[in-house]
């Protein structure tokens, strides 16, 4: 099958009991497509996702991660939450750092809005790993930031070789339906005009808009 990502032709293979397909060009690796949740399973699986304010350990690790791409995050900054959830808690924690957050998510925070205004950075975090259609949810998105505008990523990176990618867990939750690798992101960001300012192993990105 086609790389969901770049287009290039994948080289199929089964991991548990799905089929995905790893793109040589890119490194992503998406699942078939007969596997991606119908809009009504996507949203009733997150409903049932407890991610809250309250759980500090769920929150200092969003905090871990907003600490290391705080330079493209500052204060006074116009930031898009895409994809915030049931519980926007990373939304919040910017908010206490004094950027101007707006959320958008197709189930929890609809609307059109969004897309009208030019932002300071895009935070999609542990979102790309969900998407359907990446290339153009992140065509759209490189859109929308301002010159020099940020989009700060977090998904985890698949490991190497198909064994340990069949055992990782991240690959389990069945609403997980493409992985990207670092260099996904980077070519990705190319192609997008976006320069790679930094790419941090587990699962973290900032591509910056160049003009
Ligand atoms: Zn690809």
Redesign the pocket.
């Known amino acids: 099958m086609d790389?969901r990502?770049?287009g290039?032709s994948?080289a199929d293979f089964l991991a548990g009991d799905a089929v995905y397909a790893e793109?040589p060009?890119?490194g992503?690796v998406g699942i078939e497509q007969g596997r991606i949740p119908t809009p009504e399973a996507e949203e009733r699986r997150y409903r049932l996702h407890r991610n809250s304010y309250e759980d500090e350990r769920y929150t200092s690790w969003i905090a871990e991660y907003l600490d290391a791409v705080a330079e493209y995050l500052p204060p006074g900054a116009t930031v898009l939450d895409f994809g915030s959830g049931p519980q926007p808690v990373p939304a919040m924690l910017l908010r206490e750092r004094g950027c101007a957050v707006s959320v958008y998510d197709p189930y929890f925070a609809p609307g059109d809005a969004w897309r009208n205004a030019r932002w300071d950075a895009i935070l999609v975090h542990e979102v790309a790993e969900h998407l359907a259609d990446p290339r153009a949810v992140f065509t759209e998105l490189a859109a929308l930031l301002s010159p020099g505008g940020a989009l700060c990523v977090r998904t985890r990176f698949p490991p190497e070789g198909r064994e340990a990618f069949s055992r990782w867990r991240y690959r389990m939750d069945e609403t997980h339906v493409g992985f990207f690798a670092a260099r996904?992101l980077e070519r990705l960001g190319s192609r997008l005009g976006l320069r790679t300012a930094l790419l941090e192993d587990p699962d973290r990105a900032v591509l910056v808009r160049r003009t």
């Open positions: 790389c990502l770049c290039a994948a793109c060009e890119c992503y996904s």
